[in-house]
């Protein structure tokens, strides 16, 4: 009955769920006046509508022709429709929605003019874009408000020029570093301990892709062999494509691959990379794959942005202009497949470290955000008891830096510097990651203990202002993370968890 009339109620009001109207929107600073005292005020204030199914779109299965290796999926057109009813669509499974600082901006400032227009089916970036200061990297919520949806930042760049301070596009230092990589990578068996060490504090560009596919365990570390595996491997994969995917269809898979299907074009929206069909379909068929080869857990919300680091790494290894406005399709046919398979296959492996993540009730989900209370508790009581005091959970705001690996809180470029450092530590994406979102956490002390109410302090945890953040905000991230771990190695067992 309870869902019965949550449904009405959608259909019966055409606001957005979740954002407030234009003439009563809140401004950061007066949060302080709108105190909403538990989480059960705070959620029918916002009538966010996280689990609420709104009718299907009857023709999301509908197949489309043309597509390359005779592969079948929606149309430009259905995938533009898919776009505009994604934005209704809810979760089956629990998974907190999008409120990155990207997709916060576009609601605050949706009066003004937007920043990228859609011309033939394409989105492309806008007259309008702004160019950021450098010094508001440390900037409080209020000022937040004034930044653009995307930063200036590139998306894929060396080491030095993703920082915000404009460094030279090569130091010798980073010279020095992209030598000892090579050395390692040609030499008959690279040791993988070495290059692990030398991964840790970042990978230069240029030798990011095989780097990864080295760390993450699916190249062997004898060079002759090489080749050998990855076409064994990338022929498994198109095989899996012609044995499974054509069932997408079938009534034991459909609601696996609608669910798929509509969370894609959630993936990243602001980068016109992501919007693009061809691109869309090879994420549609990496995560119905693995979904239906791991019933076990299947397919569920958040694993779709554990795709887009891999495509985007493997991808630069053949595009030198800028990554997130580059055509898919302007890359030869096996260059397209080559990309796909081995995103597939890196994804995997970094999900059977993590997989009890998304079995049923998402059990290693709950202990980590338990874990993550614990130790925080032990490291900062100040923030501990502040949010007891407002009653804020844990799992409030941690699930989603759980569930989606910290990516929905730091840009695209960020969460590609921190796996290179999660590759080269041990348990990097299960143990250590418990560490990082500690010192994410941390990092944001004095902006948590500004905020003396319910709503202010969860919206400040969903909408964290990381858009300027580059590698040198990373690295510092994970240095405190690596303290962190060393100081507290007396943690209880269920932290490793």
């Given at each position: 009955m309870a869902t019965d009339n949550r449904i009405n109620f959608w259909r019966r009001n055409a606001k957005v769920p979740g954002r407030y109207p234009k003439e009563t929107k809140p401004k950061f600073n007066n949060l302080k006046t709108k105190k909403a005292s538990s989480f059960h005020e705070f959620a029918r204030s916002t009538n966010d509508a996280w689990d609420i199914d709104d009718e299907e779109d009857k023709d999301f299965l509908a197949p489309a022709s043309c597509l390359p290796s005779g592969l079948h999926s929606s149309s430009p057109q259905q995938q533009q429709n898919e776009v505009a009813h994604s934005e209704t669509e809810v979760s089956h499974r629990l998974a907190p929605p999008r409120t990155d600082a990207q997709t916060l901006q576009e609601d605050e400032d949706e009066e003004e003019e937007e920043e990228f227009d859609h011309v033939n089916s394409?989105?492309?970036?806008?007259?309008?874009?702004?160019?950021?200061?450098?010094?508001?990297?440390?900037?409080?919520?209020?000022?937040q408000q004034s930044l653009p949806v995307r930063p200036i930042i590139p998306l894929v760049a060396r080491i030095s020029d993703q920082n915000a301070s404009g460094a030279p596009p090569m130091t010798v230092r980073e010279k020095s570093r992209l030598d000892k990589f090579k050395q390692l990578l040609s030499s008959p068996n690279t040791d993988l301990e070495e290059l692990r060490k030398h991964s840790w504090s970042g990978i230069p560009r240029e030798v990011r892709?095989?780097?990864?596919?080295?760390?993450?365990?699916?190249?062997?570390?004898?060079?002759?062999?090489?080749?050998?595996?990855?076409?064994?491997?990338?022929?498994?994969?198109?095989?899996?494509?012609?044995?499974?995917?054509?069932?997408?269809t079938d009534e034991h898979f459909k609601d696996t691959y609608r669910q798929i299907h509509i969370d894609i074009p959630r993936t990243?929206?602001?980068?016109?990379?992501?919007?693009?069909?061809?691109?869309?379909?090879?994420?549609?068929?990496?995560?119905?794959?693995?979904?239906?080869?791991?019933?076990?857990?299947?397919?569920?919300?958040?694993?779709?942005?554990?795709?887009?680091?891999?495509?985007?790494?493997?991808?630069?290894?053949?595009?030198t202009e800028d990554v997130e406005n580059f055509e898919m399709a302007a890359l030869p046919q096996d260059t397209q497949r080559n990309i796909e398979a081995d995103t597939f296959w890196c994804m995997s492996k970094l999900l059977d470290g993590i997989q009890d993540n998304y079995t049923f009730a998402q059990p290693g989900i709950q202990n980590k955000v338990k874990a993550l209370e614990e130790l925080v508790s032990r490291i900062d009581e100040d923030i501990h008891n502040h949010f007891?005091?407002?009653e804020v959970e844990y799992l409030q705001f941690a699930f989603r830096w759980m569930n989606n690996l910290l990516m929905r809180e730091l840009p695209l470029r960020c969460t590609i510097r921190l796996w290179d450092t999660y590759q080269a530590e041990a348990e990097g994406f299960s143990h250590f990651h418990l560490y990082v979102c500690a010192a994410f956490l941390?990092?944001?002390?004095?902006?948590?203990?500004?905020?003396?109410?319910?709503?202010?302090?969860?919206?400040?945890?969903?909408?964290?202002?990381?858009?300027?953040?580059?590698?040198?905000?990373?690295?510092?991230?994970?240095?405190?993370?690596?303290?962190?771990?060393y100081m507290f190695a007396d943690a209880p067992s269920h932290y490793k968890r």
């Open positions: 394409k989105v492309v970036k806008s007259s309008s874009d702004v160019h950021l200061s450098t010094s508001s990297v440390r900037s409080t919520l209020q000022k892709p095989i780097t990864w596919r080295l760390l993450s365990g699916y190249l062997p570390a004898n060079k002759e062999r090489r080749e050998h595996v990855l076409q064994r491997k990338r022929e498994e994969y198109f095989g899996f494509i012609e044995q499974y995917y054509h069932s997408r990243n929206p602001l980068i016109p990379l992501f919007q693009q069909p061809a691109v869309q379909e090879v994420f549609e068929r990496i995560l119905f794959i693995w979904a239906i080869r791991h019933p076990a857990s299947g397919y569920v919300q958040g694993i779709n942005d554990l795709v887009t680091p891999f495509f985007v790494v493997f991808l630069s290894e053949f595009v007891k005091r407002y941390i990092e944001w002390r004095k902006e948590i203990l500004s905020m003396i109410d319910f709503q202010g302090l969860l919206m400040l945890l969903q909408n964290l202002p990381t858009i300027h953040w580059g590698n040198e905000e990373v690295g510092l991230l994970l240095a405190e993370a690596y303290r962190l771990k």
